[in-house]
């Protein structure tokens, strides 16, 4: 009688497992993790270059670079600028590395003229995260396949901040882990493009500082 008790407990915790609607068993799932950038309004930011060391202790160049979301051109009666208001979309994959331990990041700071580097430790509670972003389905959505890739994205703010998020298997973005960095005294590109910065500054941005300055301490 007990091995019989025994036969039914197990089919029947197969059958749950089968019918499981959260299940992303059969759900595509991209290789590799992504990463991405985003600026507050109006202070604009270029990324040189990026870097990773994953969990496994490798050091992995991240190839990640270039603009971060763009923000907008046009003109403000109020301070968007001020504080996190939303964070960009797109993102590179991190080719060959696995979750993240730390990160390094070297941008420019087109609105300040000045370049910060400096790497950014990344909490197990982020990795956690990252490893049930894909691991099921949204418990909102069933009927929709498992997010593909696990993915973050670093804000980067004048004065070196930044501020990292996640998103989750609900594809809601989280703030997690923040940190500030140095400025990179050999300046834009260490030193090898003669001073100079990717941009100049945007116009709608030099007049938005006139106005309202520049929110440190706000991000």
């Known amino acids: ?21 959260l299940s ?49 051109d046009g003109e403000y009666t109020k301070e968007i600028a001020r504080g996190w208001d939303g964070i960009g979309g797109s993102s590179m994959p991190v080719v060959g590395a696995d979750l993240p331990k730390r990160l390094f990041v070297r941008w420019q700071s087109i609105v300040e003229r000045k370049t910060y580097a400096g790497w950014i430790d990344i909490s197990e509670s982020t990795r956690d995260i990252m490893r049930n972003s894909t691991a099921q389905r949204c418990h909102e959505t069933p009927q929709f ?27 809601r973005a989280h703030k997690v882990d923040r940190g500030q960095v140095n400025v990179e005294p050999l300046g834009p590109y260490l030193g090898k493009n003669e001073g100079r910065y990717a941009w100049e500054i945007k116009d709608s941005s030099q007049r938005y500082i006139e106005r309202f300055g520049i929110p440190y301490g706000s991000w």
């Open 145 to 171: 396949t498992a997010n593909p890739s696990a993915a973050l994205n670093l804000g980067l703010a004048p004065g070196g901040i930044i501020q990292v998020w996640v998103w989750d298997d609900c594809f």
């Open 1 to 21: 009688m007990k091995v019989l008790f025994a036969l039914l407990a197990m089919l029947s915790i197969s059958a749950c497992q089968a019918v499981d609607p």
């Open 24 to 72: 992303a068993k059969n759900d595509f799932k991209t290789r590799w993790w992504y990463i991405g950038f985003t600026e507050p309004a109006y202070m604009t930011v270029w990324v040189e270059t990026t870097a990773v060391v994953d969990i496994q202790d490798r050091l992995i160049p991240a190839g990640a670079s270039g603009a971060a979301a763009q923000t907008p």
